[in-house]
């Protein structure tokens, strides 16, 4: 059985870094295709930041490149999302995904494409 447990949201200033993390249970970080995506208000749910189980391809919504970071702790079997000059835009509840095992040589943007997810951890910018 499959669960992701995210952790490291909070209330942090503009201009503030946190850093995300996501146990993964029943998933190999290292050999799974995994990602961030985050949903704000009023919005549908977006990639974030997405990296395949080599390791040695990562995708970045343009928001966000230059400032967060995804990467994997195979020691922990945890995945990590270091966020740092943090925008009152990028105020939102962050999930990890995993996509199936057998699709994990894709990387994809597409929320429709992953099918592990976790419940979640809100992050809240303040100005």
């Known amino acids: 059985q499959v669960q992701l447990v995210e952790s490291g949201g909070g209330l942090v200033q503009a201009g503030g870094s946190l850093t995300l993390s996501c146990v993964a249970f029943?998933?190999?970080?290292?050999?799974?295709?995994m990602g961030w995506f985050r949903r704000a208000p009023g919005k549908d749910r977006e990639l974030v930041a997405a990296?395949?189980?080599?390791?040695?391809?990562?995708r970045y919504a343009d928001s966000v490149r230059g400032r967060f970071t995804i990467s994997r702790d195979a020691t922990t079997n945890t995945l990590l999302l270091q966020m740092n000059d943090l925008k009152r835009e990028d105020t939102a509840v962050y999930y990890c995904?995993?996509?199936?095992?057998?699709?994990?040589?894709?990387?994809?943007?597409?929320?429709?494409?992953?099918?592990?997810w976790g419940q979640g951890t809100q992050v809240t910018v303040s100005s």
């Open positions: 990296i395949k189980w080599t390791g040695d391809d990562t």
């Open positions: 029943g998933v190999d970080v290292s050999t799974y295709t």
């Open positions: 995904a995993s996509r199936l095992y057998r699709y994990r040589n894709t990387i994809t943007s597409r929320t429709s494409e992953y099918d592990y």
